[in-house]
């Protein structure tokens, strides 16, 4: 069974930056892509960008293209995603994905098979 854990929320003023970072643990002999999705509450929850296993494909949602960058070193390393000139409605709680079988990326949460606990991120204006 595969563990995920998220890191790196907080409040921040529009304008500036955060990086979120999301570790697998468990079964770490797998290699998995990742997905980071975000959720007000009283929404569905959203897509914001994929990586596949390799690192080598990435996707990102319309509403973060150009201002966020979604990376890892290697298969099995930590997943980052770097928050640029964020806005007011960047703000919501932001989740980690893990799924262990298939290639390329993936951008629907029915496609993941393990979430972190969500990390908060608040923009300010």
């Known amino acids: 069974q595969v563990q995920v854990a998220e890191s790196g929320g907080g409040a921040v003023q529009a304008g500036e930056s955060l990086r979120l970072s999301c570790a697998a643990s468990g079964r770490t002999f797998s290699t998995y892509a990742v997905g980071w999705f975000r959720q007000v509450p009283g929404t569905e929850r959203e897509f914001v960008a994929s990586?596949?296993?390799?690192?080598?494909?990435?996707d990102y949602a319309d509403s973060v293209q150009g201002r966020f960058t979604i990376s890892r070193d290697n298969a099995r390393s930590p997943v980052y995603l770097q928050m640029n000139n964020l806005k007011p409605e960047d703000t919501a709680t932001y989740y980690c994905a893990v799924r262990t079988l298939g290639f390329g990326t993936f951008n629907r949460p029915a496609d993941y098979e393990a979430w972190g606990q969500g990390t908060q991120v608040t923009v300010s204006s």
């Open positions: 990586i596949s296993w390799t690192g080598g494909s990435t």
